[in-house]
């Protein structure tokens, strides 16, 4: 079942603060952030696990509720390398092993 | 190379013609996953390896696509009789483990005409 990313798209100023959220009807194992710039490959951000805490990457940090089945991102003060669109892959609990992917959103950031 | 090399980058082709996608993974990656990505769509999970063995192909969109990953490394993605739906980026990621952290490679481009 593939998670829901909301909001699909965000335009943020530099220096602003953004979440982004991804939520699944399944129970979830771990959910993956990655971001994906234009034209380039996917890179890794951070990986969350059931029972695990919340955690950062630079200005860049995430949450897992596993109760509610859903994970955020959030950008603080954000810069223009933040741009482009960010996918939630979630492992559910059922030992699966792979990652299904949200739809992504798309952040851009203006001077 | 330090990271997960695919080839071509780009690669054009007939329609009704077969292709074959290259990956090589990062070295000592066990895990090894493929994904189609269309124009401003998300990834789309099509088959994972673990080792050489393929526990889950349920993405595979149809038995025109298949697999294969031999001595644990390199992977080649074939793709039977081209269509034109099949025009997408295809996109080869590695994992020291299933749950640990993917490395993405830069994709092929597959235009199908």
């Known amino acids: 079942q593939q998670p829901v990313q909301s909001p699909q798209a965000v335009i943020l100023r530099e220096g602003e603060d953004a979440v982004i959220n991804c939520s699944s009807s399944k129970a979830l194992y771990s959910v993956h952030w990655y971001r994906q710039k234009h034209g380039e490959a996917p890179v890794f951000l951070m990986i969350?696990?059931?029972?695990?805490e919340q955690k950062g990457h630079e200005k860049i940090s995430a949450s897992f509720n596993e109760k509610k089945q859903q994970s955020s991102l959030y950008l603080t003060a954000s810069q223009l390398s933040y741009s482009g669109t960010y996918f939630c892959?979630?492992?559910?609990?059922?030992?699966?092993?792979?990652?299904?992917f949200g739809k992504g959103t798309k952040l851009t950031v203006n001077p | 190379g330090a990271g997960v090399s695919q080839s071509p980058s780009n690669k054009v082709t007939e329609k009704g013609k077969d292709v074959e996608l290259r990956c090589d993974p990062i070295s000592g990656h066990t895990a090894l996953y493929w994904y189609r990505q269309s124009l401003g769509q998300g990834l789309e999970f099509l088959i994972y390896f673990q080792g050489n063995s393929a526990p889950d192909k349920s993405g595979l969109p149809s038995d025109r696509f298949s697999a294969e990953r031999t001595g644990g490394s390199v992977s080649t993605l074939t793709i039977q009789r081209t269509q034109q739906e099949d025009s997408a980026v295809y996109l080869c990621?590695?994992?020291?483990?299933?749950?640990?952290?993917?490395?993405f490679g830069d994709g092929t481009r597959l235009s199908i005409l």
């Open positions: 892959g979630t492992e559910d609990g059922g030992g699966s092993e792979k990652l299904v």
């Open positions: 990621a590695s994992s020291r483990d299933t749950s640990g952290p993917q490395h």
């Open positions: 969350l696990l059931k029972g695990g």
